[in-house]
Each structure stands twice: as structure tokens, then as C-alpha cells.
């Protein structure tokens, strides 16, 4: 699976988190965890920098998985994505 392969999971997985799992606190713990930056640091910043600066440490993170950890990480926060298909292959699917 190339970069780009993985960018197509790694976006749709980020907005999902940011919409289902919205804790700034949590988020703020996060950042200094990984040595991002100081809990003062965190404290200081507006839900806005929170959301920017969470969005990219999990784009840096998850970057940098596996395929297969990446696809794991992807069904433990339930994302799901609707298919748009023609009929036939509804009906191809289906009847499968």
C-alpha cells in the first residue's frame, strides 16, 4: 500500500475522530504525551490550534503504521464509508 493508498484511510479516519470523538481534554493529554508540547502549552490553546494541532499528530502517527495496524486502528473507531454502486453490481453483490 503506498502513501497514497494510505492517505485515502487516514483522512476519512481523522474526520471521524474529530466528529465522534470530540474530548479537548483528552486530546490536550495526548499532545503532551507524545512530547508534542507542555501541559501549559496545551492549556493555552483554543478548540481551533486543539483541532489543528491534534489533526496533525494523528496524521504524523498514523502515517507512519502499518497497513495492517492502520486498517486495525480504522475498526476499532468504527469508520464506515457508503458505497455508491450501479445497480448491476448491487444486484451482482447481492445475489453473491
Not at 492517505?7 to 474526520?15: A, H, K, Y
Not at 495492517?68 to 450501479?86: G, K, P, Y
Request: aromatic share 6%; charged share 25%; net charge negative.
Amino acid at each position: 500500500m503506498g502513501q497514497q493508498d494510505k492517505t485515502t484511510l487516514i483522512l476519512p479516519l481523522i474526520e471521524h475522530m474529530l466528529a465522534n470523538e470530540k474530548d479537548l481534554n483528552a486530546w490536550r493529554k495526548e499532545l503532551v504525551a507524545c512530547g508534542a508540547m507542555t501541559m501549559e502549552q496545551a492549556m493555552q490553546l483554543g478548540e481551533p490550534e486543539l483541532t489543528l494541532a491534534f489533526r496533525t499528530m494523528k496524521a504524523v502517527h498514523f502515517s507512519s503504521l502499518k497497513p495492517e495496524d492502520l486498517l486495525t486502528e480504522l475498526e476499532s473507531h468504527h469508520v464506515a464509508w457508503q458505497i455508491d454502486m450501479d445497480e448491476d453490481i448491487q444486484q451482482g453483490a447481492i445475489c453473491y
